[in-house]
T-cell receptor, first 113, second 115 residues
C-alpha cells in the first residue's frame, strides 16, 4: 500500500543553518507529493507541492524535488529562521487510486536564535 | 470565502456519549475527508468522500460514521465515545483537476477529550 516515511525528529538548528528533512514514499500509480506545515496550535497549511517526476516545488525559501528514481521528496531550506519552528509533514495522494492524503508522522523543527 | 470551518473547537465527552463534529466548506470542492492527529502518529485518515452521496473508509474508521448529503457538509459522528478517541480532529477538502488531486485545505481542528 501507499506510505510515506519521514526522518524522525526533533530537529534542532540555529538560525541561518541549512535544513534538510528527508522524505521517501511508496505508492502504486502516479502520486502527487506535498509538504505541509503546522505551526503551534494551528491547523495544517500547504507549504509546497509537486505533481510529477522532476518537478520542484518551492515556497518561502523552502524547496523539494520530486525524485521518482529514488522515490524521495526531501525538504530543504538554505537559511532557517526562528519563525520556521513548526511540525513538517510529507504527504502524497495516489491520483490513480483517488485516495486522500497519506501522511508521514511529521518532523518537529526547532530553530533557536 | 470562509474556507473549511469546523465546530466545535473543543469538546469534552464522557465514555459512551455520542456527538457529531461538524465540517463545512464553501469552495465547492468535491473531495472531503476527516483525519485524527495523535502524538507520534501523524495524521491518520478516518473517512473520506469524493462527492455528495459517496463515502468510503480510511485507515482508522472504527467507531466513526459519516454521511455526505450535500457538497458543502461532511459531519463526523462518534456513536459511543471511548477514551481512545481522545484526539485532535481535522476536516479537509480538495478538488480534482486534470490528472491530479490538488492540495487539501484544512479546517482549524476540533480538540476532543473523552473521559
Amino acid at each position: 500500500g501507499n506510505s510515506v516515511t519521514q526522518m524522525e525528529g526533533p530537529v534542532t538548528l540555529s538560525e541561518e543553518a541549512f535544513l534538510t528533512i528527508n522524505c521517501t514514499y511508496t505508492a502504486t500509480g502516479y502520486p502527487s507529493l506535498f509538504w505541509y506545515v503546522q505551526y503551534p496550535g494551528e491547523g495544517l497549511q500547504l507549504l509546497l507541492k509537486a505533481t510529477k517526476a522532476d518537478d520542484k516545488g518551492s515556497n518561502k525559501g523552502f524547496e523539494a524535488t520530486y525524485r521518482k528514481e529514488t522515490t524521495s521528496f526531501h525538504l530543504e531550506k538554505g537559511s532557517v529562521q526562528v519563525s520556521d519552528s513548526a511540525v513538517y509533514f510529507c504527504a502524497l495522494t495516489d491520483n490513480q487510486a483517488g485516495t486522500a492524503l497519506i501522511f508521514g508522522k511529521g518532523t518537529t523543527l526547532s530553530v533557536s536564535s | 470565502n470562509a474556507g473549511v470551518t469546523q465546530t466545535p473547537k473543543f469538546q469534552v465527552l464522557k465514555t459512551g456519549q455520542s456527538m457529531t463534529l461538524q465540517c463545512a466548506q464553501d469552495m465547492n470542492h468535491e473531495y472531503m475527508s476527516w483525519y485524527r492527529q495523535d502524538p507520534g502518529m501523524g495524521l491518520r485518515l478516518i473517512h473520506y468522500s469524493v462527492g455528495a452521496g459517496i463515502t468510503d473508509q480510511g485507515e482508522v474508521p472504527n467507531g466513526y460514521n459519516v454521511s455526505r448529503s450535500t457538497t458543502e457538509d461532511f459531519p463526523l459522528r462518534l456513536l459511543s465515545a471511548a477514551p481512545s478517541q481522545t484526539s485532535v480532529y481535522f476536516c479537509a477538502s480538495s478538488y480534482f483537476s486534470g490528472s491530479s488531486y490538488n492540495e487539501q485545505f484544512f479546517g482549524p481542528g476540533t480538540r476532543l477529550t473523552v473521559l
